[in-house]
């Protein structure tokens, strides 16, 4: 019984690094608003508009240290967050 409560807590720990990227010594999280994603990673290295009608959903992208990450905007808001090893179609 221990090993499903220990077994638990490790998959929460790792569904909880899924939901921010670092950049440098600061965080974005989900529910960061734009304003804040400007202020500690700078302007984005791409924007694309996920549907042209609703340009209020769109996903910023970085590039960081080998890594790209996506960071998706609705509403002003982080809702997701994509942090993965760049590969050499990402150039």
Known sequence: MKAVWLLAGLLSCLDATAQSARFGSRMISIGDD??????????????EAIDPDNPALSVWTY???GRVIDLWIAGG???????????????
């Open 34 to 47: 734009a304003d804040r994603v400007r202020d500690v990673a700078g302007s984005p290295e791409k924007t």
């Open 63 to 65: 590039r960081r240290k």
């Open 77 to 91: 808001k982080v809702v997701r967050v994509d942090d993965r090893k760049a590969e050499a179609s990402d150039s």
